[in-house]
Nanobody, 116 residues
Framework: QVQLVESGGGLVQAGGSLKLSCAAS????????MGWFRQAPGKERERVAS????????YYADSVKGRFTISGDTAKNRVYLQMNSLIPEDTAVYYC?????????WGKGTLVTVSS
């Protein structure tokens, strides 16, 4: 079992920045992929970014490339999402998830609201 707890969400003006944090506990995450997802009201959940825990290989959705950066701290079992140049369309609940071949474990989410 893996427990994930997100933090760092909040209200920010367009153009601002936020840094989300996801704390993982329960087992070693070697071989896992850590992902950040988001779901806006009335929209499907989408993967925003992900990183492989062992190799550090990253993925970004086109909508956030150049603005968001995912990083991991293996010593602290944490993964971060630095979000810059935020736009109102980034408003959503952001979830941290992890797994090996699929995203098996999910956090409860943190709300990010970007005002125009």
């Amino acid at each position: 079992q893996v427990q994930l707890v997100e933090s760092g969400g909040g209200l920010v003006q367009a153009g601002g920045s936020l840094k989300l944090s996801c704390a993982a506990s329960g087992r070693t995450l070697s071989g896992y992929t850590m992902g950040w997802f988001r779901q806006a009201p009335g929209k499907e959940r989408e993967r925003v970014a992900s990183i492989t825990w062992s190799g550090g290989r990253t993925y970004y959705a086109d909508s956030v490339k150049g603005r968001f950066t995912i990083s991991g701290d293996t010593a602290k079992n944490r993964v971060y999402l630095q979000m810059n140049s935020l736009i109102p369309e980034d408003t959503a609940v952001y979830y941290c998830a992890t797994g090996v071949s699929t995203y098996t474990y999910w956090g409860k989410g943190t709300l990010v609201t970007v005002s125009s």
